[in-house]
Nanobody, 125 residues
Framework: QVQLVESGGGLVQAGGSLRLSCAVS????????MGWFRQAPGKEREFVAA????????VYADSVKGRFTTSRDNVKNTVYLQMNSLTPEDTGVYYC??????????????????WGKGTLVTVSS
């Protein structure tokens, strides 16, 4: 099993920045890639970004390209999501996710093996 715990959410003004962290524990060696999803009130959960644990290749949703950056520290078993130039449309609960197999790349909301409980990001206008 793999456990994921997010942190770093909060309230920020439009144009500001936040950095989310996701601590990964358990059978970390079984993880192929980690990702970030978000869910705004009344909307479906959507993909944000993902990174392959070994090698570090990344993929981003078009809506966050150029503003968000995901990275990982395999020594600390932590994944990060640096969010810049935030807008109110970025508001939502951000979830950390992990997949075990390369066939699940890039991660999807239905094909993810492990989920964190989420951290709330609120961007005020």
């Amino acid at each position: 099993q793999v456990q994921l715990v997010e942190s770093g959410g909060g309230l920020v003004q439009a144009g500001g920045s936040l950095r989310l962290s996701c601590a990964v524990s358990g059978r970390t060696a079984s993880v192929y890639a980690m990702g970030w999803f978000r869910q705004a009130p009344g909307k479906e959960r959507e993909f944000v970004a993902a990174i392959i644990r070994i090698g570090g290749s990344t993929v981003y949703a078009d809506s966050v390209k150029g503003r968000f950056t995901t990275s990982r520290d395999n020594v600390k078993n932590t994944v990060y999501l640096q969010m810049n130039s935030l807008t109110p449309e970025d508001t939502g609960v951000y979830y950390c996710a992990a997949v075990r197999f390369s066939s699940s790349w890039p991660p999807t909301s239905t094909g993810t093996d492990y989920w964190g409980k989420g951290t709330l990001v609120t961007v005020s206008s």
